[in-house]
């Protein structure tokens, strides 16, 4: 049974985290965040111990380790911007971390966390929970097998509606969250680059707070591609009542893999745990892609638009 800590327990995505730990056969012996809306530790591991000041829990950690009960891994849900001092904090701690997306916002952070692993001899494994998903992997092997060298032309719009507190909360800073791409969008960069290859063009067609759109091209894919968190971008086809559209079509058709979807964190776990982690070389990749559509230069004219651009362009 591997022993678990938990940074962020009152996160959004902590929930899938416990649900992983407990269904792989870990035990969590200890949690951290500032905020104690918690309860939902109950449910899964009530005795695990909770701490609201980072150095109560950081002392948790040192003592547990030096009576030889220490953490195997430490579980990061926490704000975007604090993963990479959270995930060195686990490093030097001796902990292995498995981090929430994005791992970092910045490669350069990447380049860091690296020099600490070599320094620590501990890992850190990123939740990129698309590349285990069975549509994916089908699409990932019918790509690979398809030898005529043909290019594919997909198209990916993801709609996602929030409420004015998103821009209250961290995730409406950008040095925070590193904006819409990274926010919501830096899991599916990844998957088009575990399916089609490495990414050799990035245009930014838009970049607002509420949205973003560009075009890609990687080795077997040419990519259009809107992001959006205002609900009067939904586009006109979007059932009515409904607050989020999320369409992937691969030369016209439709790549549905909604189903399964939350399962996957308990899978990305046993993934880790079998030694098939998704490590820092890995990651690069998406990262250098948010990274480079946070500061690229705006070029509507260059590359194809998304056929659901409009009304975002138009506000």
């Known amino acids: 049974m591997k022993n678990y800590g938990l940074i962020g327990a009152a996160g959004y995505i902590a929930p899938r985290h416990l649900k992983a730990i407990k269904e792989t056969g870990g035990t969590l012996s200890c949690a951290y965040d500032i905020n104690d809306s918690v309860g939902i530790m109950d449910s899964h591991f009530p005795d695990a111990a909770f701490f609201t000041e ?12 030096s009576k030889g009960v220490g953490c195997d891994y430490m579980a990061i849900c926490s704000p975007n911007f604090l993963h990479k001092a959270h995930s060195a904090f686990s490093l030097r701690a001796g902990i292995d971390a498995i981090c929430e997306k994005p791992l ?3 490669t350069s952070d990447l380049d ?4 600490i692993e070599k320094e620590t001899g501990k890992n850190i494994y990123s939740i990129l929970q698309l590349r285990l998903h069975p549509a994916i992997i089908a699409l990932r092997d019918k790509v690979a097998a398809d030898t005529s060298g043909k290019i594919y032309d997909v198209d990916l719009g993801y709609f996602t509606s929030r409420g004015a507190w998103y821009y209250a909360s961290w995730k409406g800073f950008e040095h925070k969250s590193g904006g819409i791409a990274t926010n919501i969008g830096v899991h599916f960069y990844d998957m088009l680059s575990f399916i089609f290859g490495p990414q050799k063009t990035n245009i930014v067609h838009h970049r607002a707070d509420d949205a973003a759109a560009g075009y890609m091209e990687f080795e077997r894919a040419r990519v259009r591609w809107v992001l959006s968190i205002n609900r009067n971008h939904l586009p006109a086809h979007t059932p009515a009542g409904q607050t989020t559209h999320r369409s992937i079509t691969v030369d016209g058709e439709e790549i549905e893999f909604s189903g399964g979807f939350t399962d996957l964190h308990t899978a990305s776990y046993q993934n880790v745990l079998d030694g098939k982690g998704y490590g820092l070389d890995v990651v690069r990749p998406s990262i250098e892609t948010v990274s480079h559509i946070r500061t690229a230069a705006i070029e509507p004219n260059k590359g194809e638009q998304h056929p659901d651009i409009a ?4 506000g």
Do not use: A
């Open 104 to 106: 970092v916002l910045n």
């Open 311 to 314: 009304k975002v362009i138009g």
């Open 112 to 115: 860091d966390l690296e020099r």
């Open 54 to 65: 980072f150095e109560q829990f950081e002392n948790h950690i040192y003592n547990s380790r």
